[in-house]
């Protein structure tokens, strides 16, 4: 749907897992397998490793579950001589509608740029996937009371840019906020903590692409979240849905999450 079809009201639930380094093709298919069919009204998205993706998406499709497949990172490029790298159009062919960006493992382990961030969501647009864009600070950055402006930072390097700030105007986008002290520490960040930086998220996005624009992007929360705190980090205003690592391993977890008030 483009952006324009959608009205304010229409703020998609979106639970989604980040499967990280974990399941391989057979663990993939099992999970899909063992995993009842989401509630009404939820969008499930999973992000498989990148070989796990084809087999994930026979079984999706052969289940007929409404799950959306993303790839949980992306090279800028179509193709070319860039050894280990997956293209937005390669994962796009194998299945994925999405694609997650500036993951903070990716920013951390692996020195992806505030640069590169940009490039691989403008890369995503090009081959038609949603980016997730994910944004959030460390715990040096939060007690040096610098939450806003690290998000700012991230947030202005992606839909600064005019083409990325027009396509991003267009083409459906997804944000995370992850604080990267939450992820995979067992620390969730309290509903008043994530209500502070999804209110803070709308509003910069409001400033960068326009208040209407802002109020339709989904704005999800990461960091530990498990089926007992979901239902409370949900009922959070700005909070539209949650990107969960460890607990989207087990079909039953994950289908608590999505199944949660
Ligand atoms: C993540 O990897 O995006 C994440 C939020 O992980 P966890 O739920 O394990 O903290």
Not at 36 to 52: D, Q
Not at 71 to 85: P, R
Not at 140 to 157: H, I, K, N, T
Not at 216 to 236: C, D, H, Q, T
């Given at each position: 749907?483009?952006?324009?079809?959608?009205?304010?009201?229409?703020?998609?639930?979106?639970?989604?897992?980040?499967?990280?380094?974990?399941?391989?093709?057979?663990?993939?298919?099992?999970?899909?397998?063992?995993?009842?069919?989401?509630?009404?009204?939820?969008?499930?998205?999973?992000?498989?490793?990148?070989?796990?993706?084809?087999?994930?998406?026979?079984?999706?499709?052969?289940?007929?579950?409404?799950?959306?497949?993303?790839?949980?990172?992306?090279?800028?490029?179509?193709?070319?001589?860039?050894?280990?790298?997956?293209?937005?159009?390669?994962?796009?062919?194998?299945?994925?509608?999405?694609?997650?960006?500036?993951?903070?493992?990716?920013?951390?382990?692996?020195?992806?740029?505030?640069?590169?961030?940009?490039?691989?969501?403008?890369?995503?647009?090009?081959?038609?996937?949603?980016p997730v864009l994910c944004v959030g600070e460390t715990l040096a950055e939060r007690s040096q009371g610098r939450l806003e402006e690290v998000l700012d930072r991230q947030l202005d390097a992606v839909f600064s840019p005019p083409t990325l700030r027009e396509q991003s105007r267009e083409l459906e986008v997804l944000v995370a906020y992850e604080p990267v002290w939450a992820i995979g520490t067992g620390q969730t960040a309290t509903p008043d903590d994530a209500d502070e930086a999804h209110r803070f998220i709308r509003a910069r996005l409001g400033e960068l692409l326009g208040e209407a624009h802002a109020r339709r992007i989904s704005i999800l929360y990461g960091g530990s979240v498990k089926p007992a705190n979901a239902s409370e980090l949900l009922a959070v205003p700005d909070v539209d849905g949650v990107l969960v690592g460890g607990a989207s391993l087990d079909p039953r977890s994950f289908a608590a999450i999505a199944a949660s008030e």
């Amino acid at each position: 749907m483009s952006e324009e079809q959608r009205g304010d009201g229409d703020r998609d639930r979106v639970i989604a897992g980040n499967w990280k380094m974990h399941h391989g093709p057979a663990q993939g298919q099992a999970f899909v397998e063992a995993l009842p069919e989401p509630p009404e009204g939820v969008r499930v998205l999973l992000f498989p490793p990148a070989v796990t993706l084809p087999a994930l998406h026979a079984s999706v499709r052969s289940s007929g579950l409404p799950i959306g497949l993303g790839i949980q990172n992306l090279h800028h490029e179509v193709s070319g001589a860039f050894t280990g790298e997956v293209s937005a159009e390669q994962a796009a062919e194998a299945g994925a509608e999405c694609a997650l960006v500036g993951h903070s493992e990716r920013r951390q382990l692996f020195g992806e740029t505030l640069d590169e961030t940009a490039r691989k969501v403008g890369a995503a647009y090009r081959a038609g996937l949603t980016p997730v864009l994910c944004v959030g600070e460390t715990l040096a950055e939060r007690s040096q009371g610098r939450l806003e402006e690290v998000l700012d930072r991230q947030l202005d390097a992606v839909f600064s840019p005019p083409t990325l700030r027009e396509q991003s105007r267009e083409l459906e986008v997804l944000v995370a906020y992850e604080p990267v002290w939450a992820i995979g520490t067992g620390q969730t960040a309290t509903p008043d903590d994530a209500d502070e930086a999804h209110r803070f998220i709308r509003a910069r996005l409001g400033e960068l692409l326009g208040e209407a624009h802002a109020r339709r992007i989904s704005i999800l929360y990461g960091g530990s979240v498990k089926p007992a705190n979901a239902s409370e980090l949900l009922a959070v205003p700005d909070v539209d849905g949650v990107l969960v690592g460890g607990a989207s391993l087990d079909p039953r977890s994950f289908a608590a999450i999505a199944a949660s008030e």
